[in-house]
């Protein structure tokens, strides 16, 4: 049985203002990245949310647009 993974959002926006991301939680900008070879690319000037790649990319980061709530499962932090 193959099981597809979607990107995952991590809760990185683009501040359209001076098209660097942060964090949302918190509005920190970001320090540390993993981003693909190239990316972030704002492909069509439309990416402006931050994802893990599908399995398969080393976990390494790309630039998506927001279509609508609900394209991106979101990585959740959650005291245990
Ligand atoms: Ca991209």
Redesign the pocket.
């Known amino acids: 049985m193959t099981t597809c993974f979607p990107d995952v959002w991590i809760g990185l926006l683009l501040n359209q203002d001076d098209d660097s991301f942060y964090w949302v939680e918190h509005g920190q900008p970001l320090v540390w990245s993993n981003w693909f070879t190239d ?5 069509h000037y439309s ?1 402006d949310v931050g994802v893990i790649m599908e399995p398969g990319n080393d976990g390494r980061w ?3 647009p927001f279509v609508g709530q609900g394209e991106y499962y979101p990585l959740c932090e959650h005291d245990l």
């Open positions: 990316k972030p690319n704002n492909a990416e790309d630039d998506k």
